[in-house]
């Protein structure tokens, strides 16, 4: 990936280290795709044609359209359409997501309701029952979490990760991208490092807290190390207690893993839901999200 990327202008550090470019690692899917951010915008129209396809709704002739999908939802029985109605060559905001979905089996977790919906995340919403987790996801589930204090006009997925690698110095391998696919490998590996640094009281000199975080929510009711004992140890923690912080972090994990909360395969993209689940609570309020029925998350 290093020689390919050399020539273009996504090439940079880790791409042009030595250490990168001799590095036998196997590239997941959702780590290539954040290697390339998606900035690019579903429209409102192209959206529609997805739900329509999505609620099975009879195609006419010729096949769908934005007109006559966004037409055809706006006269359901229970209309589906934003306030003001359809504009189909609009890009899509989130909140605007979550008012066209309010009369179906939908949800989306809005976590920035300014932000734009990329394809990526209309498709595995509507498809398959889920939204796929991406690396901002992640950022504003660990402040959420941490109980951090929000920032003037709330938390965004980009401030939550630059709150993430500043205060942790956590980085996701090739740069956080808000929008990448948030996969299995990228979950553990930062979420081990910041677990270690609050067991170890080093995380966060600058903070309350004797120098580390106290997280606010369970992460799961069965687990036997929660969120809640990472965070207690103070500064002076002995080194010999290294080996005893790996084990619970490691059988933090454990639990996670055995509770089906993160899939098996290190490739695998982890669910919105699934988030939700570890901390015992929505990222934010409004309505839950449906059941996720018997759906299994992708393996890319």
């Given at each position: 990936?290093?020689g390919?990327?050399?020539?273009?202008p996504?090439?940079?550090?880790p791409?042009?280290?030595?250490?990168?470019?001799?590095?036998?690692?196997?590239?997941?899917?959702?780590?290539?795709?954040?290697?390339?951010?998606?900035?690019?915008?579903?429209?409102?129209?192209?959206?529609?044609?997805?739900?329509?396809?999505?609620?099975n709704?009879?195609?006419?002739?010729?096949?769908?359209?934005?007109e006559?999908?966004?037409?055809t939802?706006a006269?359901?029985?229970?209309?589906?359409?934003?306030?003001?109605?359809?504009?189909?060559?609009?890009?899509?905001?989130?909140s605007?997501?979550?008012?066209i979905?309010?009369?179906?089996?939908?949800?989306?977790?809005?976590?920035?309701?300014?932000?734009?919906?990329?394809?990526?995340?209309?498709?595995?919403?509507?498809?398959?029952?889920f939204?796929?987790?991406?690396e901002?996801?992640?950022?504003?589930?660990?402040?959420?979490?941490?109980?951090?204090?929000?920032?003037?006009?709330?938390?965004?997925?980009?401030?939550?990760?630059d709150?993430?690698?500043?205060?942790?110095?956590i980085?996701?391998?090739?740069?956080?991208?808000?929008?990448?696919?948030?996969?299995?490998?990228?979950?553990?590996?930062?979420?081990?490092?910041?677990?270690?640094?609050l067991?170890?009281?080093?995380?966060?000199?600058?903070?309350?807290g004797?120098?580390?975080?106290?997280?606010a929510?369970?992460v799961?009711?069965?687990?036997?190390?929660?969120?809640?004992?990472?965070?207690?140890?103070?500064?002076?923690?002995?080194?010999?207690?290294?080996s005893?912080?790996?084990?619970?972090?490691?059988?933090?994990?454990?639990?996670?893993?055995?509770?089906g909360?993160?899939?098996?395969?290190?490739?695998?993209?982890?669910?919105?839901?699934?988030?939700?689940a570890?901390?015992g609570?929505?990222?934010?309020?409004?309505d839950?999200?449906?059941?996720?029925?018997?759906?299994?998350?992708?393996?890319?």
């Amino acid at each position: 990936m290093a020689g390919l990327l050399q020539n273009s202008p996504f090439y940079r550090k880790p791409f042009s280290s030595e250490e990168f470019q001799k590095s036998n690692v196997l590239v997941t899917i959702a780590k290539a795709r954040g290697v390339f951010p998606v900035e690019d915008a579903i429209t409102q129209g192209d959206f529609a044609i997805l739900l329509v396809r999505a609620l099975n709704l009879p195609a006419p002739k010729g096949g769908w359209n934005a007109e006559s999908t966004t037409q055809t939802l706006a006269s359901q029985p229970a209309p589906i359409a934003p306030p003001g109605g359809w504009q189909i060559n609009a890009p899509l905001k989130e909140s605007v997501m979550a008012q066209i979905l309010a009369p179906t089996v939908f949800r989306n977790t809005s976590i920035d309701p300014n932000i734009t919906v990329t394809p990526v995340q209309a498709y595995s919403l509507l498809f398959q029952k889920f939204e796929i987790a991406t690396e901002g996801h992640f950022g504003v589930f660990l402040v959420k979490a941490l109980g951090v204090p929000e920032p003037a006009g709330g938390w965004t997925k980009q401030t939550a990760l630059d709150f993430v690698q500043k205060e942790f110095g956590i980085d996701s391998g090739y740069g956080w991208s808000p929008n990448a696919p948030l996969c299995v490998e990228t979950f553990e590996n930062a979420l081990r490092k910041i677990l270690l640094q609050l067991k170890s009281g080093s995380a966060a000199p600058n903070k309350p807290g004797n120098g580390s975080f106290a997280l606010a929510l369970p992460v799961w009711s069965q687990s036997q190390t929660g969120f809640s004992e990472f965070g207690s140890a103070g500064p002076q923690a002995q080194p010999d207690a290294a080996s005893k912080r790996n084990k619970q972090v490691e059988a933090f994990l454990n639990d996670l893993r055995h509770n089906g909360l993160i899939p098996s395969s290190r490739c695998a993209t982890i669910s919105t839901l699934a988030l939700r689940a570890i901390t015992g609570s929505q990222l934010m309020g409004g309505d839950p999200p449906p059941p996720a029925s018997n759906s299994i998350p992708p393996e890319d």
